[in-house]
């Protein structure tokens, strides 16, 4: 089975360190800051002091959330190049999906959508391994035409849902 | 100036435009998961176009880089939302998101 039902919390295998949780919530600081200072657009010193002490809280939060749903990051940097071709699908899918849009309103006809599998090794347990999952269900369902459902441990599949089942990716 | 002008409400003229048709793609198609279909191009081109519009139109300031700041958080969140919706559908609908399998071939399955 592919993860824990919808809702069901993940069985945590390892406990993670409290270097490791202090490191990621440290990372997790040092992008809230980064992002208040971008939002608020001020070096003023009290309004960096209330970024510090808001960022802090929210990179708290960030880390607990993080370690209770046994969350594990890790990626290759390789796994970004597919990323390169997502602006080319998103025109090309939102060109498919507004064609089935055409035909269904000139002529009445039924977009012929369907639930496909695609052969996708589902990998090992591995940080890497849930990373490169997330990003493959991420990725795919980036473009309108397919949306992902999940990626099935047992067939190594991943099952997507096309609106225009013949037109899409492979 | 002029010509930043037309490009920018041409930028925008499509972003209301895709918006538009998203919304009656919603209207007119016949199940939830079709419709979810309909949704992406409203999240992610209508904003990118506003987005790519506001650059044209003042250049690269901070108001912009806002703009394109929100626009990459949509961009990676859209997805996942998309990913969560189609799956809670199928799941309630079904009692499962995986498809019937009857041999060893991956499977396809149209909808009624």
Known sequence: ?170 | MIIKDVFSDILLGLAVLIVIASAVGVLVMRDAYQKLHFVTPAALIGPALVALALMVQHGVYEMTGESFLALFFMIVAGPFISHATIRAIRVREKGDWRLQRGGQAPAEEKEQ
């Open chain 1, 1 to 170: 089975m592919a993860g824990p039902p919808a809702g069901e919390p993940r069985e945590r295998t390892y406990e993670t360190p409290v270097a490791r949780r202090v490191g990621s919530w440290l990372v997790w600081w040092v992008l809230m800051m980064s992002l208040w200072v971008m939002l608020d657009d001020s070096i003023d010193t009290d309004e960096l002091l209330a970024g510090a002490g808001v960022a802090a809280l929210a990179a708290l939060f960030a880390e607990m959330v993080s370690y209770q749903a046994a969350t594990r990051f890790r990626m290759r940097i390789e796994w970004l190049v597919p990323a390169l071709r997502l602006p080319g699908e998103v025109v090309r899918d939102t060109m498919v999906v507004y064609r089935a849009l055409w035909r269904r309103l000139a002529r009445g006809e039924q977009p012929p959508s369907a639930f496909v599998e695609l052969p996708v090794p589902f990998g090992d347990d591995s940080p890497e391994g849930v990373t490169r999952r997330a990003l493959l269900v991420g990725g795919t369902s980036v473009a309108p035409n397919t949306f992902v459902l999940g990626i099935d441990q047992d067939a190594d599949v991943m099952v997507v849902h096309r609106l225009v089942a013949k037109e899409g990716r492979t």
